[in-house]
């Protein structure tokens, strides 16, 4: 069966329909810059000290938790994801709104499904209303799990009524195609422009979700 044939669609966000610079400047340089100002402290210790927290909880529920942050920090976070200089980084891949009307024109079911929290989903969709194409989103930390993480695929399938060998996973992240292969999804499209072993998965891999086009 081609990857077109499947049913059932689960889209990851950032990275695959949205360009990442939004969150790699907001999480690198913007909340250093703030956290710094805050603390009265250089920069240059503010990067440090905010990056080493960022990457002790990498692959955590917490990492993509800003009301974890806006704590821990005392900064608010959605005050400052919201300023303008900020939204304006919030860029669509080109051609991925295009794949998605495609998709819904051949009748196929579209799931959103990232790790995003549902306050930064909330303020990126206040930019790009992505909704109108889903038939339902998911925001992984209201799952209980994230999607590095097995039984989030497990608690997805019983959400959605799903099934995965009829589902196609688009991801720009290695890490939650292994889950989910492991969970039984049985098809997988890999935006990533590295090529590199990936053992027994075996994924179509693109450059971008506007690749998908030919083999429409």
């Given amino acids: 069966m081609k990857i077109i044939d499947n049913k059932y669609y689960l889209i990851d966000l950032d990275g695959v329909i949205l360009d ?46 800003i009301v974890y942050w806006s ?44 790790n995003a929290h549902r306050k930064t989903l909330e303020i990126k969709l206040s930019k790009f209303d ?15 799990y994230i999607k590095e993480d097995i039984q989030f695929w497990h608690i997805l399938r019983n959400k959605l009524q799903v099934d995965y060998n009829d589902s196609v996973l688009i991801e720009d992240t290695f890490d939650n195609i292994r889950s989910a292969h492991h969970a039984g999804v049985g098809s997988f499209i890999y935006i990533n422009n590295e090529k590199k072993d990936l053992g027994n998965i075996k994924p179509l891999i693109l450059r971008s979700l506007s690749d998908l086009a030919s083999s429409m």
């Fill in 130 to 144: 992505l909704s109108i194409y889903f038939d339902e989103i998911i925001c992984s930390h209201e799952l209980g």
């Fill in 71 to 114: 704590n821990l920090l005392d900064i608010d976070i959605v005050h400052e994801k919201k300023k303008s200089e900020n939204m304006s980084l919030i860029k669509l891949q080109k051609g991925s709104l295009n794949i998605l009307e495609r998709l819904r024109e051949l009748n196929k079911k579209l799931f959103l499904v990232t």
């Fill in 20 to 65: 990442t610079s939004y969150d790699n400047y907001f999480w690198q340089k913007h909340i250093p810059r703030v956290y710094a100002q805050k603390k009265a402290i250089d920069e240059k210790d503010a990067v440090n000290v905010t990056h080493s927290l960022f990457n002790y909880k990498k692959k955590t529920k917490e990492w993509y938790d």
